[in-house]
C-alpha cells in the first residue's frame, strides 16, 4: 500500500493544481457577479507552523481585507504533500 501511496503522489498533485484553477474560476465568476473581487491563498502547514510565514500571511491577509477583497484560503495539495 505505501508503493501505491508513493506513486500515485504525482498524479494526484497534477491533479490538485489542475483543480484549484477550476475552483478560482468559479468563485471568480460568482463574485464578480456581486461586483466582489476575490485573491486566492494557497497555504500549507508550514505557514501555520513558522512563525514568519505566520506572520506574512497575517500582513498579506490584512491588506487584502482592507482593501475589501475576499481571501480564498485554500490548502496548496499540489505541494503539501496531503
Do not use: W
Not at 491533479?15 to 477550476?22: E, F, K, N
Request: glycine letters at 4%.
Amino acid at each position: 500500500h505505501i508503493y501505491e501511496s508513493a506513486r500515485t503522489k504525482p498524479y494526484d498533485s497534477a491533479c490538485a493544481a489542475a483543480g484549484q484553477l477550476t475552483l478560482m474560476s468559479l468563485y471568480s465568476t460568482l463574485f464578480s457577479a456581486r461586483e466582489i473581487d476575490s485573491s486566492q491563498f494557497l497555504v500549507t502547514q508550514q505557514d501555520f507552523e513558522d512563525e514568519m510565514r505566520k506572520k506574512n500571511l497575517k500582513y498579506a491577509l490584512t491588506e487584502i481585507l482592507d482593501v475589501g477583497m475576499v481571501p480564498i484560503i485554500n490548502e496548496n495539495d499540489a505541494v503539501s504533500g496531503n
